[in-house]
């Protein structure tokens, strides 16, 4: 149950791929521009609104399309050309963004706008995802593949890093509207280079059959099938585990575990505890892909995983904040690492003829069951504490990474 290449791994081996430079740039970008929307449009409407239900919602809204439609925007990549989907995702981004603009300019901005904008902002964002995964596959070769994944991964988390700076930055020296305006513009690169871009179907030297799109049909084949399949079963499983129990909904509790570890006021030592975990996962993909470490194994991954959820214990239990800091690198440090490593062995291992339908399952257990970590972790911490809550949910979480390891040990010893 592992990846084999024909040669050992070199450092950054994707990035020899002049298209794949090209691809991870616009990506990046795109990841930025992604962030930068969300710090101004969020201020903008805490600022007028100041109403938490509309934060809230912003999170249902940006995770709830991925769980509703990833797998049919997987299928429209296996039956048409994932540039033209990925540029209509870039569409929608600059629609958005635009009017965000209006709203902010003319100061009209209502509650419904919000709602509607914010529905869009997370469609487009399914337009991108796993058309983009689908179209990695034309960009580069199958021993690049896990580099690929990786290192795109790693330029998500430095959009993620650069896009609330890049926002911020904008805000104060444009204000909200002239700066979601220039917002829009970071998109164009994508929406520009995949005109043209020699990648997609009628570029490919086989042709495959491709099945006509049938809507909620389509998941349900899509997870009969995979069951053929232990290492595509096992890191779907794993990754729908990760988002469903954990998520990213610790971050949006990082203000109550800074306030518990003496920094709860805004400042560097409050900021430093936010960048913590994705400076850790940016110098993973640095470091793993500096050292051609870890080839993708599914064994691997699980152990990973449960490094990770180890991880996360200590730092809800932490009461230092030296010491919570320090964690927090390394919980970054091993999310992307287990995560990259599961998307790349389910990209590698996804039968061509229904690999956009495999990765957008995928995609909407490993970002659409995020819709339902806030439960596992906010709501619970309300009633016993977010330490205790996420502590638990790690706990929880250990238990189906195990049982998952123990169940590819015995698929391998059979």
């Keep these: 149950m592992s990846a084999r290449h024909s040669h050992p791994p070199r450092a950054f081996e994707a990035l020899r791929h002049p298209g794949f430079r090209r691809f991870l740039a616009i990506n990046s970008l795109a990841m930025a521009a992604d962030n930068?929307?969300?710090?101004?449009?969020?201020?903008?409407?805490?600022?007028?609104?100041?109403?938490?239900?509309?934060g809230g919602f912003a999170v249902i809204a940006h995770w709830v399309p991925y769980l509703l439609f990833s797998v049919w925007s997987g299928a429209l990549a296996d039956r048409f050309d994932p540039r033209r989907l990925i540029q209509i995702g870039m569409l929608i981004f600059i629609a958005v963004s635009l009017s965000?603009?209006?709203?902010?300019?003319?100061?009209?901005?209502?509650?419904?706008?919000?709602?509607?904008?914010?529905?869009?902002?997370?469609?487009?964002?399914?337009?991108w995802t796993t058309p983009s995964q689908v179209l990695l596959h034309d960009v580069v070769q199958p021993a690049q593949?896990?580099?690929?994944?990786?290192?795109?991964?790693?330029?998500?988390?430095?959009?993620?890093?650069c896009g609330p700076a890049l926002g911020s930055g904008l805000l104060l020296l444009l204000g909200p509207a002239k700066g979601i305006f220039v917002n829009a513009l970071i998109y164009l690169p994508a929406l520009l280079w995949l005109w043209h871009a020699p990648y997609?179907?009628?570029?490919?030297?086989?042709?495959?059959?491709?099945?006509?799109?049938?809507?909620?049909?389509?998941?349900?084949?899509?997870?009969?099938?995979?069951?053929?399949?232990?290492?595509?079963?096992?890191?779907?499983?794993?990754?729908?585990?990760?988002?469903?129990?954990?998520?990213?909904?610790?971050?949006?509790?990082?203000?109550?575990?800074?306030?518990?570890?003496?920094?709860?006021?805004?400042?560097?030592?409050?900021?430093?505890?936010?960048?913590?975990?994705?400076?850790?996962?940016?110098?993973?993909?640095?470091?793993?892909?500096?050292?051609g470490l870890l080839p993708p194994r599914a064994r691997t991954a699980l152990l990973l995983a449960t490094l990770w959820c180890c991880g996360l214990i200590v730092f809800a239990l932490m009461p230092s904040?030296?010491?919570?800091?320090?964690?927090?690198?390394?919980?970054?440090?091993?999310?992307?690492?287990?995560?990259?490593?599961?998307?790349?062995?389910?990209?590698?291992?996804?039968?061509?003829?229904?690999?956009?339908?495999?990765?957008?399952?995928?995609?909407?257990?490993?970002?659409?069951?995020?819709?339902?970590?806030?439960v596992s972790i906010g709501l619970l911490g309300a009633a016993i504490g977010v330490h205790q809550s996420l502590a638990g949910s790690a706990l929880a979480l250990l238990a189906l990474v195990l049982s998952l390891l123990a169940f590819t040990l015995r698929g391998r010893q059979a």
């Excluded at 930068?36 to 903008?44: A, G, N």
């Excluded at 965000?100 to 919000?114: E, K, S, Y």
């Excluded at 509607?116 to 487009?124: Q, R, S």
């Excluded at 096992?234 to 509790?253: D, S």
């Design 321 to 374: 904040y030296p010491l919570a800091l320090i964690t927090l690198f390394v919980v970054g440090f091993l999310e992307l690492s287990f995560n990259s490593m599961a998307q790349a062995l389910v990209q590698l291992a996804a039968p061509e003829a229904i690999r956009g339908r495999v990765l957008g399952l995928y995609a909407m257990a490993a970002m659409g069951m995020r819709s339902f970590s806030g």
């Design 36 to 54: 930068v929307e969300h710090v101004i449009s969020y201020w903008v409407l805490f600022q007028k609104f100041h109403s938490p239900a509309l």
């Design 200 to 291: 997609g179907p009628k570029f490919r030297s086989g042709a495959v059959a491709r099945r006509a799109v049938r809507g909620l049909a389509d998941i349900l084949s899509t997870a009969r099938e995979i069951v053929a399949h232990p290492v595509i079963l096992a890191m779907t499983l794993l990754a729908g585990g990760a988002a469903f129990l954990i998520g990213n909904a610790y971050q949006a509790q990082m203000p109550g575990f800074a306030e518990d570890l003496g920094h709860g006021h805004a400042g560097l030592a409050y900021s430093a505890l936010l960048g913590a975990d994705a400076f850790g996962a940016l110098c993973a993909g640095l470091l793993l892909e500096l050292r």
């Design 145 to 161: 593949l896990p580099s690929a994944v990786r290192l795109n991964a790693t330029g998500r988390y430095l959009g993620m890093l």
């Design 100 to 127: 965000w603009g209006l709203l902010f300019a003319f100061d009209v901005l209502q509650i419904w706008h919000a709602v509607v904008l914010l529905i869009l902002h997370g469609i487009a964002g399914v337009f």
